[in-house]
Protein backbone atom coordinates (compact mmCIF):
# COMPACT_ATOMS: atom_id res chain seq x y z
CA UNK A 1 0.00 0.00 0.00
CA UNK A 2 1.44 3.50 -0.77
CA UNK A 3 2.97 5.23 2.31
CA UNK A 4 3.51 8.69 2.52
CA UNK A 5 2.55 11.35 -0.07
CA UNK A 6 2.01 10.20 -3.72
CA UNK A 7 1.31 12.26 -7.03
CA UNK A 8 -1.47 11.18 -9.82
CA UNK A 9 0.82 8.88 -12.35
CA UNK A 10 1.80 6.47 -9.20
CA UNK A 11 -1.59 5.95 -7.91
CA UNK A 12 -2.54 5.29 -11.87
CA UNK A 13 0.27 2.78 -12.60
CA UNK A 14 -0.28 1.36 -8.95
CA UNK A 15 -4.18 1.10 -9.00
CA UNK A 16 -5.38 1.14 -12.70
CA UNK A 17 -5.98 -2.16 -14.47
CA UNK A 18 -9.32 -4.57 -15.07
CA UNK A 19 -12.37 -2.46 -15.46
CA UNK A 20 -10.38 0.85 -13.35
CA UNK A 21 -9.11 2.74 -16.21
CA UNK A 22 -6.09 5.04 -15.52
CA UNK A 23 -7.78 8.00 -16.59
CA UNK A 24 -10.69 7.13 -13.76
CA UNK A 25 -7.93 7.14 -11.03
CA UNK A 26 -8.13 11.28 -10.55
CA UNK A 27 -11.95 11.15 -10.51
CA UNK A 28 -11.64 7.92 -8.19
CA UNK A 29 -8.87 10.11 -5.66
CA UNK A 30 -11.54 13.41 -6.09
CA UNK A 31 -14.55 11.53 -4.91
CA UNK A 32 -12.36 9.50 -2.01
CA UNK A 33 -11.10 12.90 -1.08
CA UNK A 34 -14.46 14.08 -0.45
CA UNK A 35 -15.78 11.67 2.20
CA UNK A 36 -12.05 12.30 3.68
CA UNK A 37 -10.25 8.95 2.87
CA UNK A 38 -7.66 10.52 0.90
CA UNK A 39 -6.20 14.08 1.73
CA UNK A 40 -5.75 16.58 -1.29
CA UNK A 41 -1.96 18.36 0.12
CA UNK A 42 -1.48 20.22 -3.37
CA UNK A 43 -4.07 20.40 -5.87
CA UNK A 44 -2.09 22.13 -8.57
CA UNK A 45 0.29 19.25 -7.86
CA UNK A 46 -1.88 16.53 -7.53
CA UNK A 47 -0.11 15.66 -4.46
CA UNK A 48 -2.23 12.53 -1.96
CA UNK A 49 -2.20 10.92 0.97
CA UNK A 50 -4.30 7.93 2.27
CA UNK A 51 -5.34 8.34 6.03
CA UNK A 52 -2.92 5.92 7.55
CA UNK A 53 -6.15 4.27 9.28
CA UNK A 54 -7.30 3.19 6.02
CA UNK A 55 -3.92 2.70 4.76
CA UNK A 56 -3.08 -0.09 7.32
CA UNK A 57 -6.61 -1.76 7.08
CA UNK A 58 -6.43 -1.66 3.45
CA UNK A 59 -2.62 -3.26 4.25
CA UNK A 60 -4.26 -5.78 6.41
CA UNK A 61 -6.80 -6.71 3.74
CA UNK A 62 -4.19 -7.18 1.32
CA UNK A 63 -1.88 -9.32 3.21
CA UNK A 64 -5.11 -11.97 4.25
CA UNK A 65 -6.02 -12.35 0.66
CA UNK A 66 -2.38 -13.74 -0.03
CA UNK A 67 -1.41 -11.23 -2.91
CA UNK A 68 1.37 -9.46 -0.70
CA UNK A 69 4.52 -11.34 -1.36
CA UNK A 70 6.75 -9.26 1.36
CA UNK A 71 10.17 -7.52 1.03
CA UNK A 72 11.71 -11.15 0.67
CA UNK A 73 10.58 -11.87 -2.20
CA UNK A 74 10.05 -8.44 -4.16
CA UNK A 75 13.93 -8.08 -2.90
CA UNK A 76 14.68 -11.45 -4.63
CA UNK A 77 12.88 -10.46 -8.02
CA UNK A 78 14.51 -7.40 -8.41
CA UNK A 79 17.86 -9.06 -7.50
CA UNK A 80 17.00 -11.94 -10.12
CA UNK A 81 16.28 -9.21 -12.47
CA UNK A 82 19.29 -7.04 -12.02
CA UNK A 83 20.33 -7.58 -15.54
CA UNK A 84 17.66 -6.32 -17.14
CA UNK A 85 17.56 -3.64 -14.87
CA UNK A 86 20.67 -2.01 -15.66
CA UNK A 87 20.19 -2.75 -19.46
CA UNK A 88 17.04 -0.57 -19.42
CA UNK A 89 18.68 2.23 -17.20
CA UNK A 90 21.92 2.15 -18.98
CA UNK A 91 19.62 2.45 -22.60
CA UNK A 92 17.38 5.13 -21.07
CA UNK A 93 19.90 7.31 -19.38
CA UNK A 94 22.19 7.33 -22.65
CA UNK A 95 19.82 9.42 -24.16
CA UNK A 96 16.52 7.51 -25.25
CA UNK A 97 14.18 7.62 -22.20
CA UNK A 98 16.16 9.96 -19.68
CA UNK A 99 13.38 11.08 -17.39
CA UNK A 100 12.09 7.19 -17.36
CA UNK A 101 15.55 6.08 -16.26
CA UNK A 102 16.07 9.21 -13.73
CA UNK A 103 12.69 7.68 -12.11
CA UNK A 104 13.71 3.98 -12.32
CA UNK A 105 16.59 5.13 -10.96
CA UNK A 106 14.97 7.09 -7.86
CA UNK A 107 12.34 4.45 -7.37
CA UNK A 108 15.37 1.82 -6.94
CA UNK A 109 17.87 4.17 -4.43
CA UNK A 110 16.71 2.94 -1.27
CA UNK A 111 16.91 -0.91 -2.31
CA UNK A 112 20.45 -0.44 -3.66
CA UNK A 113 21.77 1.40 -0.41
CA UNK A 114 19.94 -1.14 1.83
CA UNK A 115 21.31 -3.98 -0.16
CA UNK A 116 24.87 -2.98 -0.35
CA UNK A 117 24.87 -1.89 -3.75
CA UNK A 118 26.84 1.22 -3.38
CA UNK A 119 28.64 1.28 -6.77
CA UNK A 120 25.89 0.12 -8.91
CA UNK A 121 23.92 2.83 -7.12
CA UNK A 122 27.16 5.71 -7.87
CA UNK A 123 26.72 4.73 -11.54
CA UNK A 124 22.89 5.50 -12.15
CA UNK A 125 22.36 7.72 -9.69
CA UNK A 126 24.64 9.88 -10.21
CA UNK A 127 24.51 10.03 -14.63
CA UNK A 128 20.24 10.53 -13.36
CA UNK A 129 21.39 13.59 -10.82
CA UNK A 130 22.92 15.23 -14.10
CA UNK A 131 19.71 15.17 -16.72
CA UNK A 132 19.35 18.66 -17.49
CA UNK A 133 15.66 18.55 -17.40
CA UNK A 134 13.68 18.96 -13.79
CA UNK A 135 12.64 15.94 -11.96
CA UNK A 136 9.72 16.08 -9.51
CA UNK A 137 10.94 17.37 -6.42
CA UNK A 138 10.24 13.67 -4.50
CA UNK A 139 11.98 11.63 -7.89
CA UNK A 140 15.08 14.20 -7.42
CA UNK A 141 15.22 13.77 -3.72
CA UNK A 142 15.48 9.80 -4.15
CA UNK A 143 18.31 10.76 -6.59
CA UNK A 144 20.14 13.22 -4.83
CA UNK A 145 20.02 11.47 -1.47
CA UNK A 146 20.86 7.72 -3.03
CA UNK A 147 23.99 9.24 -4.62
CA UNK A 148 25.06 10.78 -1.27
CA UNK A 149 24.49 7.26 0.52
CA UNK A 150 26.58 5.72 -2.21
CA UNK A 151 29.21 8.18 -1.92
CA UNK A 152 29.26 7.67 1.80
CA UNK A 153 30.20 3.93 1.80
CA UNK A 154 32.52 4.40 -1.06
CA UNK A 155 34.51 6.87 1.26
CA UNK A 156 33.99 9.80 -0.76
CA UNK A 157 32.38 12.13 2.50
CA UNK A 158 33.03 15.27 0.49
CA UNK A 159 30.82 14.52 -2.33
CA UNK A 160 28.31 12.89 0.13
CA UNK A 161 27.97 15.87 2.18
CA UNK A 162 26.64 18.59 -0.70
CA UNK A 163 24.36 15.61 -2.57
CA UNK A 164 22.61 14.99 0.75
CA UNK A 165 22.28 18.62 1.79
CA UNK A 166 20.48 19.10 -1.88
CA UNK A 167 18.61 16.14 -1.36
CA UNK A 168 16.93 16.94 2.12
CA UNK A 169 16.13 20.57 0.37
CA UNK A 170 14.30 18.55 -2.67
CA UNK A 171 12.45 16.39 0.14
CA UNK A 172 11.39 19.27 1.98
CA UNK A 173 10.11 20.82 -0.99
CA UNK A 174 8.39 17.41 -2.26
CA UNK A 175 6.59 17.55 1.41
CA UNK A 176 8.20 13.97 2.10
CA UNK A 177 9.49 13.52 5.72
CA UNK A 178 10.84 10.13 5.32
CA UNK A 179 13.42 10.95 2.43
CA UNK A 180 14.08 14.01 4.50
CA UNK A 181 14.79 11.51 7.40
CA UNK A 182 16.98 9.50 5.57
CA UNK A 183 18.70 12.02 4.64
CA UNK A 184 19.15 13.55 7.97
CA UNK A 185 20.18 10.11 9.11
CA UNK A 186 23.16 10.67 7.11
CA UNK A 187 23.91 14.32 7.63
CA UNK A 188 24.37 12.68 11.41
CA UNK A 189 26.92 9.89 10.19
CA UNK A 190 28.68 12.01 8.38
CA UNK A 191 29.20 14.46 11.50
CA UNK A 192 29.79 11.26 13.64
CA UNK A 193 32.99 10.73 11.50
CA UNK A 194 34.19 14.44 12.09
CA UNK A 195 33.90 13.54 15.65
CA UNK A 196 31.02 16.07 16.18
CA UNK A 197 28.50 15.03 18.83
CA UNK A 198 26.32 17.87 18.79
CA UNK A 199 25.40 18.36 15.51
CA UNK A 200 24.81 14.76 15.56
CA UNK A 201 22.05 14.86 18.43
CA UNK A 202 20.69 18.30 16.67
CA UNK A 203 20.18 16.15 12.88
CA UNK A 204 18.68 13.32 14.91
CA UNK A 205 16.92 15.56 16.82
CA UNK A 206 15.57 17.17 13.53
CA UNK A 207 15.05 14.05 12.21
CA UNK A 208 12.77 13.25 15.29
CA UNK A 209 10.76 16.67 15.30
CA UNK A 210 9.29 15.45 11.34
CA UNK A 211 5.55 13.81 10.86
CA UNK A 212 5.10 11.14 9.01
CA UNK A 213 4.63 6.85 9.55
CA UNK A 214 7.52 5.63 11.11
CA UNK A 215 9.90 3.46 9.60
CA UNK A 216 12.01 0.79 11.93
CA UNK A 217 14.64 0.89 9.34
CA UNK A 218 15.29 4.33 9.58
CA UNK A 219 14.75 4.40 13.05
CA UNK A 220 17.36 2.14 13.81
CA UNK A 221 19.72 4.16 11.41
CA UNK A 222 19.07 7.00 13.66
CA UNK A 223 20.22 4.80 16.52
CA UNK A 224 23.62 4.12 15.08
CA UNK A 225 24.76 7.84 15.43
CA UNK A 226 23.63 8.73 18.40
CA UNK A 227 25.76 5.71 20.26
CA UNK A 228 28.43 7.19 18.39
CA UNK A 229 27.71 10.51 19.76
CA UNK A 230 27.97 8.42 23.60
CA UNK A 231 30.88 7.27 22.61
CA UNK A 232 32.45 10.11 21.48
CA UNK A 233 31.47 11.71 25.24
CA UNK A 234 32.51 9.16 27.13
CA UNK A 235 29.56 7.05 27.90
CA UNK A 236 29.86 3.61 26.75
CA UNK A 237 26.76 2.10 28.73
CA UNK A 238 25.09 4.77 26.56
CA UNK A 239 26.56 3.68 23.60
CA UNK A 240 25.43 0.25 24.05
CA UNK A 241 21.80 0.98 25.33
CA UNK A 242 21.22 3.05 21.41
CA UNK A 243 23.09 0.25 19.87
CA UNK A 244 20.73 -2.37 21.54
CA UNK A 245 17.99 -0.53 20.18
CA UNK A 246 19.40 -0.26 16.67
CA UNK A 247 19.19 -3.71 16.50
CA UNK A 248 15.19 -3.86 18.03
CA UNK A 249 13.98 -1.50 15.54
CA UNK A 250 16.40 -3.53 12.39
CA UNK A 251 14.45 -6.93 13.52
CA UNK A 252 11.33 -5.29 12.79
CA UNK A 253 12.23 -3.58 9.66
CA UNK A 254 11.19 -5.01 6.26
CA UNK A 255 13.34 -7.39 5.46
CA UNK A 256 15.32 -6.69 8.62
CA UNK A 257 17.25 -3.91 6.70
CA UNK A 258 19.86 -2.80 8.39
CA UNK A 259 20.55 -5.71 10.78
CA UNK A 260 23.96 -6.91 10.20
CA UNK A 261 25.52 -3.17 11.17
CA UNK A 262 22.88 -2.69 13.94
CA UNK A 263 24.62 -5.97 15.55
CA UNK A 264 28.07 -3.96 15.71
CA UNK A 265 26.75 -1.51 17.64
CA UNK A 266 26.53 -3.20 21.32
CA UNK A 267 29.95 -5.15 20.34
CA UNK A 268 31.69 -1.65 19.43
CA UNK A 269 30.91 -0.95 22.73
CA UNK A 270 32.22 -4.36 24.64
CA UNK A 271 35.21 -4.07 22.23
CA UNK A 272 36.07 -0.42 22.77
CA UNK A 273 35.97 -0.90 26.64
CA UNK A 274 33.17 -2.30 28.00
CA UNK A 275 34.12 -5.52 27.97
CA UNK A 276 33.39 -8.99 26.60
CA UNK A 277 30.19 -10.85 27.37
CA UNK A 278 28.56 -13.87 25.31
CA UNK A 279 26.34 -11.56 23.71
CA UNK A 280 29.02 -9.45 22.27
CA UNK A 281 30.63 -13.25 20.20
CA UNK A 282 27.14 -13.72 19.64
CA UNK A 283 26.00 -10.63 18.16
CA UNK A 284 29.11 -10.56 15.74
CA UNK A 285 28.21 -14.14 14.62
CA UNK A 286 24.85 -13.23 13.97
CA UNK A 287 26.42 -10.65 12.25
CA UNK A 288 28.55 -12.65 9.69
CA UNK A 289 25.60 -15.17 9.15
CA UNK A 290 23.31 -11.96 7.90
CA UNK A 291 26.27 -10.81 6.29
CA UNK A 292 27.10 -14.61 4.58
CA UNK A 293 22.75 -14.30 2.90
CA UNK A 294 23.14 -10.38 1.94
CA UNK A 295 26.60 -9.13 1.25
CA UNK A 296 27.18 -5.61 1.77
CA UNK A 297 31.08 -4.61 1.47
CA UNK A 298 30.95 -1.60 4.03
CA UNK A 299 29.05 -3.80 6.34
CA UNK A 300 32.25 -6.81 6.15
CA UNK A 301 34.79 -4.55 6.74
CA UNK A 302 33.45 -3.08 10.41
CA UNK A 303 31.97 -6.40 11.14
CA UNK A 304 35.18 -8.12 9.87
CA UNK A 305 37.34 -5.36 11.80
CA UNK A 306 35.37 -6.00 15.26
CA UNK A 307 35.87 -9.47 14.86
CA UNK A 308 39.23 -9.34 14.53
CA UNK A 309 39.67 -7.14 17.52
CA UNK A 310 37.37 -9.01 19.63
CA UNK A 311 39.58 -12.33 18.78
CA UNK A 312 42.73 -10.46 19.84
CA UNK A 313 41.31 -9.72 23.35
CA UNK A 314 40.30 -13.36 23.75
CA UNK A 315 43.71 -14.36 22.12
CA UNK A 316 42.58 -16.21 19.44
CA UNK A 317 45.41 -14.72 16.88
CA UNK A 318 45.35 -17.31 14.24
CA UNK A 319 41.21 -15.91 13.86
CA UNK A 320 42.27 -12.36 14.59
CA UNK A 321 44.59 -12.55 11.99
CA UNK A 322 41.96 -14.70 9.19
CA UNK A 323 39.69 -11.86 10.61
CA UNK A 324 42.17 -9.49 9.63
CA UNK A 325 42.77 -10.48 5.92
CA UNK A 326 39.12 -10.86 4.99
CA UNK A 327 38.88 -7.13 6.32
CA UNK A 328 41.07 -5.77 3.61
CA UNK A 329 39.89 -8.01 1.18
CA UNK A 330 36.38 -7.24 1.36
CA UNK A 331 37.56 -3.16 1.82
CA UNK A 332 39.59 -3.26 -1.56
CA UNK A 333 36.63 -6.19 -3.42
CA UNK A 334 34.03 -3.02 -2.91
CA UNK A 335 36.41 -0.11 -3.19
CA UNK A 336 35.23 0.86 0.56
CA UNK A 337 38.01 3.66 1.74
CA UNK A 338 36.89 3.18 5.76
CA UNK A 339 39.44 -0.03 5.49
CA UNK A 340 41.98 2.08 4.88
CA UNK A 341 41.75 3.00 8.59
CA UNK A 342 39.55 -0.29 9.61
CA UNK A 343 42.25 -2.87 8.73
CA UNK A 344 45.07 -1.38 9.99
CA UNK A 345 43.36 -0.84 13.40
CA UNK A 346 42.64 -4.41 13.74
CA UNK A 347 46.21 -5.23 12.78
CA UNK A 348 47.53 -2.99 15.23
CA UNK A 349 44.97 -4.45 18.19
CA UNK A 350 46.50 -8.03 16.85
CA UNK A 351 49.84 -6.70 17.30
CA UNK A 352 49.60 -5.32 20.55
CA UNK A 353 48.22 -8.21 22.13
CA UNK A 354 50.96 -10.22 20.32
CA UNK A 355 53.24 -8.26 22.50
CA UNK A 356 54.44 -6.77 19.02
CA UNK A 357 55.07 -2.97 19.48
CA UNK A 358 57.01 -2.35 16.72
CA UNK A 359 54.38 -3.45 14.54
CA UNK A 360 51.36 -1.84 16.44
CA UNK A 361 53.02 1.41 16.59
CA UNK A 362 53.25 1.59 12.53
CA UNK A 363 49.92 0.10 11.59
CA UNK A 364 48.85 2.53 14.11
CA UNK A 365 50.26 5.41 12.18
CA UNK A 366 48.86 3.62 9.18
CA UNK A 367 45.03 3.71 10.66
CA UNK A 368 45.34 7.78 11.56
CA UNK A 369 46.67 8.31 7.88
CA UNK A 370 44.03 6.23 6.18
CA UNK A 371 41.68 8.34 8.55
CA UNK A 372 42.67 11.51 6.95
CA UNK A 373 43.04 10.21 3.63
CA UNK A 374 39.65 9.82 3.36
CA UNK A 375 37.78 12.21 5.46
CA UNK A 376 37.37 10.41 8.80
CA UNK A 377 38.88 12.79 11.30
CA UNK A 378 37.02 11.00 13.75
CA UNK A 379 39.28 8.21 14.12
CA UNK A 380 42.81 9.85 13.94
CA UNK A 381 43.31 11.13 17.31
CA UNK A 382 42.30 8.06 18.98
CA UNK A 383 44.68 5.88 17.10
CA UNK A 384 47.24 8.54 17.48
CA UNK A 385 46.58 8.38 21.41
CA UNK A 386 46.73 4.60 21.79
CA UNK A 387 49.95 4.82 19.53
CA UNK A 388 51.41 7.58 21.84
CA UNK A 389 50.20 4.74 24.99
CA UNK A 390 52.56 2.11 23.32
CA UNK A 391 55.31 4.36 22.48
CA UNK A 392 55.47 5.54 25.75
CA UNK A 393 55.32 1.80 27.49
CA UNK A 394 57.92 1.05 25.77
CA UNK A 395 59.74 3.84 26.54
CA UNK A 396 60.29 5.10 22.78
CA UNK A 397 61.18 8.79 22.64
CA UNK A 398 58.60 9.52 19.98
CA UNK A 399 55.91 8.99 22.33
CA UNK A 400 56.42 12.73 22.90
CA UNK A 401 55.95 13.46 19.69
CA UNK A 402 52.72 11.55 19.04
CA UNK A 403 50.73 12.72 21.99
CA UNK A 404 51.81 16.12 21.02
CA UNK A 405 50.40 15.28 17.75
CA UNK A 406 47.32 13.67 19.58
CA UNK A 407 46.82 16.78 21.26
CA UNK A 408 46.38 19.09 17.53
CA UNK A 409 44.03 16.61 16.17
CA UNK A 410 41.79 16.71 19.43
CA UNK A 411 41.87 20.48 19.00
CA UNK A 412 38.36 21.48 20.58
CA UNK A 413 36.77 17.73 19.82
CA UNK A 414 35.43 15.90 22.62
CA UNK A 415 36.49 12.75 22.62
CA UNK A 416 36.40 11.49 26.34
CA UNK A 417 38.30 8.55 26.10
CA UNK A 418 40.72 9.43 23.85
CA UNK A 419 41.37 12.52 26.12
CA UNK A 420 41.95 10.14 28.75
CA UNK A 421 44.50 7.84 27.03
CA UNK A 422 46.57 10.61 26.40
CA UNK A 423 46.64 11.41 29.66
CA UNK A 424 47.65 8.33 30.28
CA UNK A 425 50.53 8.42 27.71
CA UNK A 426 51.73 11.44 29.60
CA UNK A 427 51.97 10.09 33.01
CA UNK A 428 53.45 7.00 31.34
CA UNK A 429 55.98 9.56 30.01
CA UNK A 430 56.19 10.99 33.50
CA UNK A 431 57.01 7.61 35.15
CA UNK A 432 59.86 7.10 32.47
CA UNK A 433 61.40 10.89 33.46
CA UNK A 434 61.12 9.73 37.40
CA UNK A 435 58.52 11.76 38.28
CA UNK A 436 56.73 9.80 39.61
CA UNK A 437 54.21 11.80 42.04
CA UNK A 438 52.96 13.71 38.56
CA UNK A 439 52.89 10.47 36.73
CA UNK A 440 50.51 8.93 39.85
CA UNK A 441 48.02 11.99 39.29
CA UNK A 442 48.01 11.93 35.54
CA UNK A 443 47.48 8.15 35.04
CA UNK A 444 44.99 8.30 38.56
CA UNK A 445 42.71 11.20 36.07
CA UNK A 446 42.80 8.97 33.67
CA UNK A 447 41.68 5.92 35.05
CA UNK A 448 38.47 7.55 36.64
CA UNK A 449 37.56 9.04 33.53
CA UNK A 450 37.87 5.59 31.81
CA UNK A 451 35.92 4.13 34.55
CA UNK A 452 33.27 7.31 34.68
CA UNK A 453 32.67 6.56 30.97
CA UNK A 454 32.31 2.12 31.15
CA UNK A 455 35.93 1.81 29.69
CA UNK A 456 36.53 -0.95 32.04
CA UNK A 457 39.47 -2.62 30.03
CA UNK A 458 41.57 0.61 29.95
CA UNK A 459 40.55 1.34 33.57
CA UNK A 460 42.03 -1.91 34.58
CA UNK A 461 45.13 -1.09 32.79
CA UNK A 462 45.40 1.99 34.76
CA UNK A 463 44.56 0.35 37.86
CA UNK A 464 47.71 -1.90 36.93
CA UNK A 465 49.69 0.80 36.23
CA UNK A 466 48.64 2.61 39.42
CA UNK A 467 50.14 -0.76 41.28
CA UNK A 468 53.30 -0.07 39.13
CA UNK A 469 53.61 3.39 40.60
CA UNK A 470 53.04 2.56 43.94
CA UNK A 471 55.50 -0.14 44.22
CA UNK A 472 58.30 2.18 42.71
CA UNK A 473 57.25 4.62 45.92
CA UNK A 474 57.28 1.72 47.88
CA UNK A 475 53.63 1.27 48.80
CA UNK A 476 54.12 -2.23 48.47
CA UNK A 477 51.44 -3.58 50.02
CA UNK A 478 49.35 -0.55 47.69
CA UNK A 479 50.98 -2.26 45.18
CA UNK A 480 49.72 -5.67 45.39
CA UNK A 481 46.34 -4.64 46.08
CA UNK A 482 45.84 -2.89 42.74
CA UNK A 483 47.94 -5.16 40.67
CA UNK A 484 45.40 -8.33 42.19
CA UNK A 485 42.14 -6.50 41.75
CA UNK A 486 43.67 -5.25 37.63
CA UNK A 487 44.23 -9.27 37.51
CA UNK A 488 40.57 -10.02 38.82
CA UNK A 489 38.52 -7.24 36.58
CA UNK A 490 40.47 -8.85 34.11
CA UNK A 491 39.52 -12.14 33.92
CA UNK A 492 36.28 -11.33 34.28
CA UNK A 493 35.84 -8.83 31.52
CA UNK A 494 37.42 -11.55 29.06
CA UNK A 495 40.19 -8.95 28.82
CA UNK A 496 43.04 -11.65 28.13
CA UNK A 497 45.38 -10.29 25.86
CA UNK A 498 47.18 -6.74 26.53
CA UNK A 499 46.01 -3.62 24.59
CA UNK A 500 47.22 -0.52 24.11
CA UNK A 501 47.33 0.67 27.18
CA UNK A 502 49.17 -2.62 28.80
CA UNK A 503 52.04 -2.85 30.79
CA UNK A 504 51.86 -6.21 31.68
CA UNK A 505 55.64 -6.66 31.60
CA UNK A 506 56.21 -3.79 34.40
CA UNK A 507 53.30 -4.97 36.52
CA UNK A 508 54.70 -8.53 36.71
CA UNK A 509 58.34 -6.94 38.16
CA UNK A 510 56.12 -4.54 40.62
CA UNK A 511 54.73 -8.15 42.10
CA UNK A 512 57.83 -9.61 42.65
CA UNK A 513 59.03 -6.08 43.94
CA UNK A 514 56.17 -6.06 46.52
CA UNK A 515 56.36 -10.41 47.01
CA UNK A 516 60.11 -9.37 48.25
CA UNK A 517 59.27 -6.27 50.36
CA UNK A 518 56.10 -7.76 51.98
CA UNK A 519 57.04 -11.74 52.44
CA UNK A 520 55.27 -14.27 51.13
CA UNK A 521 52.49 -14.43 53.28
CA UNK A 522 51.84 -11.12 53.24
CA UNK A 523 51.85 -10.71 49.97
CA UNK A 524 49.42 -13.67 49.73
CA UNK A 525 47.08 -11.58 52.07
CA UNK A 526 47.34 -8.84 50.55
CA UNK A 527 46.91 -10.25 47.43
CA UNK A 528 43.88 -11.97 48.02
CA UNK A 529 42.14 -8.83 49.45
CA UNK A 530 43.01 -7.69 45.98
CA UNK A 531 41.24 -10.36 43.91
CA UNK A 532 38.40 -9.93 46.34
CA UNK A 533 37.87 -6.06 45.13
CA UNK A 534 35.46 -5.54 42.40
CA UNK A 535 37.00 -3.14 39.93
CA UNK A 536 34.93 0.10 41.31
CA UNK A 537 36.23 -0.43 44.52
CA UNK A 538 39.27 -1.04 43.15
CA UNK A 539 39.05 2.25 40.60
CA UNK A 540 37.70 4.28 44.32
CA UNK A 541 40.66 2.68 46.72
CA UNK A 542 43.30 4.35 43.80
CA UNK A 543 41.52 7.17 43.88
CA UNK A 544 41.90 7.80 47.69
CA UNK A 545 45.94 7.09 47.19
CA UNK A 546 48.44 9.24 45.73
CA UNK A 547 51.60 8.65 48.02
CA UNK A 548 49.99 11.29 51.03
CA UNK A 549 48.88 13.87 48.50
CA UNK A 550 45.55 14.77 48.99
CA UNK A 551 43.39 17.34 46.30
CA UNK A 552 43.28 20.50 48.35
CA UNK A 553 39.80 22.11 49.53
CA UNK A 554 39.74 25.32 47.77
CA UNK A 555 41.66 26.66 44.65
CA UNK A 556 42.22 25.77 41.05
CA UNK A 557 43.95 22.17 42.28
CA UNK A 558 41.25 21.37 44.49
CA UNK A 559 38.67 21.13 41.17
CA UNK A 560 38.03 17.29 39.92
CA UNK A 561 38.27 16.50 36.17
CA UNK A 562 34.22 16.50 36.06
CA UNK A 563 34.34 20.41 37.53
CA UNK A 564 37.25 21.12 34.89
CA UNK A 565 35.01 20.28 32.05
CA UNK A 566 32.15 22.11 33.48
CA UNK A 567 34.21 24.71 33.73
CA UNK A 568 35.49 24.39 30.02
CA UNK A 569 31.46 24.46 28.56
CA UNK A 570 30.91 27.75 30.73
CA UNK A 571 33.96 29.03 28.93
CA UNK A 572 32.71 28.39 25.64
CA UNK A 573 29.05 30.03 26.25
CA UNK A 574 26.83 27.12 26.61
CA UNK A 575 23.79 27.30 28.99
CA UNK A 576 23.54 24.55 31.95
CA UNK A 577 20.77 22.43 29.54
CA UNK A 578 23.14 22.71 27.16
CA UNK A 579 25.94 21.61 29.05
CA UNK A 580 24.05 18.52 30.30
CA UNK A 581 23.24 17.42 26.70
CA UNK A 582 26.93 17.97 25.72
CA UNK A 583 27.77 15.80 29.25
CA UNK A 584 25.29 13.30 29.02
CA UNK A 585 24.05 14.41 32.60
CA UNK A 586 20.98 15.96 34.29
CA UNK A 587 20.78 19.80 34.48
CA UNK A 588 20.45 19.52 38.66
CA UNK A 589 24.05 17.80 38.34
CA UNK A 590 25.25 20.69 36.06
CA UNK A 591 23.65 23.10 38.94
CA UNK A 592 25.90 21.05 41.91
CA UNK A 593 28.85 20.84 39.91
CA UNK A 594 28.43 24.97 39.79
CA UNK A 595 27.84 25.27 43.65
CA UNK A 596 31.00 23.52 44.23
CA UNK A 597 33.22 25.55 41.68
CA UNK A 598 31.99 28.90 42.83
CA UNK A 599 32.64 28.00 46.61
CA UNK A 600 35.69 26.25 45.92
CA UNK A 601 37.31 29.32 43.88
CA UNK A 602 35.44 31.84 46.11
CA UNK A 603 33.03 33.47 43.41
CA UNK A 604 29.94 34.23 42.45
CA UNK A 605 28.97 34.84 38.75
CA UNK A 606 29.26 33.18 35.62
CA UNK A 607 31.17 35.92 33.85
CA UNK A 608 34.06 35.58 36.55
CA UNK A 609 34.57 31.95 36.17
CA UNK A 610 34.74 31.86 32.09
CA UNK A 611 37.22 34.56 32.81
CA UNK A 612 39.01 32.22 34.42
CA UNK A 613 38.23 29.43 32.33
CA UNK A 614 40.16 31.83 29.74
CA UNK A 615 43.14 32.38 31.90
CA UNK A 616 43.71 28.52 32.48
CA UNK A 617 43.29 27.88 28.54
CA UNK A 618 40.63 25.11 29.03
CA UNK A 619 40.03 24.66 25.59
CA UNK A 620 43.28 23.85 25.06
CA UNK A 621 43.39 20.66 27.96
Known amino acids: MLRGRFDLGTAERVAAGGPLAPEAIAGLLASLAGKSVVRIHDRAAGRYSLLETIRQFAARRLAASGEETGWAAWASRLAAGQDNIRAALSWALSGQEPEAGRELGARLARWWIATGRYSEAGQFLTTAAGIPSQAAPGIQARVLTGAAWSAFHLGDFRRAAPLVADGIACAQHAGEPPLEVWGRNLLAVLAWHAGDADRIVAEIEASRALSGQADPALAARAQAPLAMAAFLSGDLAEQDRHGRLAVELARTAAGQEGLALALTGPAAAAITGAGIQPATVAALDEAATVLAAHPDRFAEVIIRQLRAQLFAILGQFDAAETEVGLCWAAGRGGAVHVVENAAPQAEARL?????????????????????????????????????????????????????????????????????????????????????????????????????????????????????????????HADAARLLAAADAARRLLQYLAPGFTAARGAAAGAAAQARQALGDDGFAQVWEQGQALALDDAVAFAARKGGGRKRPATGWASLTPAELEVIRLVGEGLRNDAIARRLFIASGTVKVHLTHIFTKLGITTRAELAARAAAHDLTAR
Open 351 to 475: AAARGDTATAVGALRQAADGGRHFGSVMFVPAALAALACMAAIAGDQAAAAAAAETRAELGGRRQAITAAALRYAEGVMAWHRGELAAAEHLVREATVQWHRGGDRMDACDGIELLGVLAAARER
